[in-house]
């Protein structure tokens, strides 16, 4: 009787401890985050880089929802594409490094209307993010963007 009640209390801290780990995890990495993001196609940068914000909002134990709000870029006019919104993006934590896992979705943008966004895998390390996006258009004409932020 003593076995099955010892094994049990393990079971149960086992189960909370893994629990609260995951928690903090999707806590930990929420927050805003100030960097700069450069708008670049085919390795050539357009426009001039700009600081910006990225905020990551806990939705539960493992995901987090990624946004980069006002998204735009300065070609000598500054083009304002709208707000980029990832939700449910997972993450996991290694050491002192977590990962936010690819995800892709189709979303609408100002001025040039559906793309898709694909979110490689990106890291946070000691409060410092570095995230890297692709957008892709169709219409009216197929480009490939990339879009790379650092910050903390």
Known sequence: M????????????AITMSSSAYAQVSQEAAGT?????????DGNTMGKPSTENVYLTATDDSHV????RNFSFNMGTVLELG??????VEIQKEGNVITI???EL?????IV????VHLNTSTIVDKKIVLSLN?????PVELFIDVDFEGT
């Not at 003593?2 to 801290?13: D, E, H, P, R, V």
């Not at 100030?34 to 670049?40: K, P, R």
């Not at 957008?135 to 219409?139: N, R």
């Open 2 to 13: 003593k076995k099955k009640l010892l094994t049990a209390i393990i079971a149960f801290i």
């Open 135 to 139: 957008v892709e258009t169709i219409f």
């Open 83 to 88: 707000d980029i919104v990832i939700p449910e």
């Open 33 to 41: 985050y100030n960097g700069t993001l450069t708008v670049s196609q």
């Open 106 to 110: 189709k979303m609408t943008l100002n």
């Open 113 to 116: 209307g559906e793309v898709t």
């Open 101 to 103: 896992l690819p995800k």
């Open 65 to 68: 929802t990624l946004e980069i």
